[in-house]
């Protein structure tokens, strides 16, 4: 069966420190991986996806993602987090034989300046 | 426009009343889904349509929700004799190409509280 799992409910860091965001995955085939954000009252959001090639990807607003196939992991990163990036972050992972969307719980990210 | 738009973006609804929720995906977009999104949780899947085709709608939780998308651009979901499980925010997403490798576009979602 396909999952996401997001180990983190919450994930607080300090303003200019470099953030985390954990997200792991199973799936049968070929992953495709994708990261979006939730601000309050706003839609979701894509920042970046994983096909294939390089296992470091970038995104929208300074976010790249880390693809591990070994550990089955697409952790979402940052180098010096805004507080303006406070949100909700979810993972998601489709097979390549569907194209259901898979989510993740969500991580609030909470940057304090 | 120039992303996804659904209406209303706030419904209340009293137990067993109908409700049609309308999604107005980005122009040209061939792939529409819709999620069902509870409060503190991640998007479950509903259904998928390619052009006016509904190729799976093995995630509508019961016969009692039914979409269309008869030309191929809007679309509504349906749901008839509404309860108070079905409270959630209910998303639409559209994507330019099939295949799995897309990413989708989300509308703001509508909000719906059954009383």
Known sequence: ?113 | GAGVSQSPRYKVAKRGQDVALRCDPISGHVSLFWYQQALGQGPEFLTYFQNEAQLDKSGLPSDRFFAERPEGSVSTLKIQRTQQEDSAVYLCASSSLQGPANEAFFGQGTRLTVV
């Open chain 1, 1 to 113: 069966a396909q999952s996401v799992a997001q180990p983190e409910d919450q994930v607080n860091v300090a303003e200019g420190n470099p953030l985390t965001v954990k997200c792991t995955y199973s799936v049968s085939g070929n992953p495709y991986l994708f990261w979006y954000v939730q601000y309050p009252n706003r839609g979701l959001q894509f920042l970046l996806k994983y096909i294939t090639g390089d296992n470091l990807v970038k995104g929208s607003y300074g976010f790249e993602a880390e693809f591990n196939k070994s550990q089955t992991s697409f952790h979402l990163k940052k180098p010096s987090a805004l507080v303006s990036d406070s949100a909700l972050y979810f993972c998601a992972v489709r097979g390549d034989s569907n194209y259901q969307l898979i989510w993740g719980a969500g991580t609030k990210l909470i940057i304090k300046p």
